[in-house]
């Protein structure tokens, strides 16, 4: 059973989104403000997923997640915000966010998207992917879900991770924003495509010598994106 942790101060929404999620199956722990968040975070490693409110008492959703980035790059983490405009979707996600889910939403549409998330946290789980991609000077293990560059770990966030392992396998060839979304955050996302170039943006700081010349994780004029191996 996964465990999501929900960060919404204001009760009646929460306990909207705590009676669906129990529905769905999944375990529920709640905070009303950030401060309480980060405890039950340090007191429960185990929680799988946490949704997170931007306006909240104490410590603010953004500060909630970079905190939580500082040392925790594999928890799935999505906003829940009533916060529409364009560059608080794409702060939202350069501070660390998976996704972001606008309010009001569906019980159906925010299910489907920590389920699409989940599965990404999982993805390492999975007994059929016991392989080790190598490119260059980065190595990619889905055992141990390790991610290096010249043996140095780079820490990822479940969706880096999948991106990561997408381009591994498609080495050399050009994916469009609609192929990622659809092996990423799966065809029943309904979220902003935009959501793959900031985490393209994101990962090339991680990766790049130089993340405005990328040598490796290159766009595609007209096309999307690639992963630049060595030529056949």
């Given at each position: ?12 929404i ?23 968040a980060?405890r ?31 040392t925790?790059?594999r928890l ?6 009533a916060?529409?405009?364009?560059q ?8 660390g966010?998976?996704?972001?889910v ?6 159906t ?8 998330l ?11 992917a ?7 000077p980065?190595?990619?293990?889905l ?6 560059k010249?043996?140095?770990?780079i ?5 880096e ?23 990423v955050?799966?065809?029943e996302y309904?979220g902003?495509?935009?959501?793959v ?14 993340p405005?010349?990328?040598?490796y ?7 999307g ?8």
């Amino acid at each position: 059973m996964s465990k999501v942790l929900i960060l919404e101060d204001e009760e009646s929404i929460r306990s909207f989104i705590v009676i669906n999620l129990k529905r769905n199956g999944f375990e529920v722990l709640e905070a009303g403000d950030g401060h309480e968040a980060l405890r039950i975070l340090q007191t429960v490693p185990d929680i799988d997923l946490a949704l997170l409110d931007v306006m909240v008492p104490g410590i603010d959703g953004f500060e909630v997640c970079r905190r939580i980035r500082e040392t925790n790059e594999r928890l799935g983490i999505i906003f829940l915000t009533a916060k529409v405009q364009e560059q608080d979707k794409v702060y939202a996600l350069s501070v660390g966010a998976d996704d972001h889910v606008s309010k009001p939403f569906s019980p159906t549409e925010l299910i489907a998207r920590i389920q699409s998330l989940l599965r990404r946290v999982n993805v390492h789980r999975e007994t059929a992917a016991k392989v080790t991609f190598q490119s260059g000077p980065f190595s990619l293990d889905l055992i141990s879900k390790q991610f290096k560059k010249q043996n140095e770990a780079i820490e990822l966030t479940p969706t880096e991770f999948s991106l990561i392992q997408f381009f591994l396998e498609k080495e050399n060839t050009p994916l469009s924003r609609d192929v990622l979304l659809d092996h990423v955050w799966g065809k029943e996302y309904m979220g902003d495509p935009k959501i793959v170039d900031v985490n393209i943006r994101r990962l090339r700081q991680k990766i790049e010598n130089n993340p405005s010349e990328p040598e490796y994780l290159q766009t595609v004029w007209g096309h999307g994106y690639k992963w630049k191996g060595r030529e056949q």
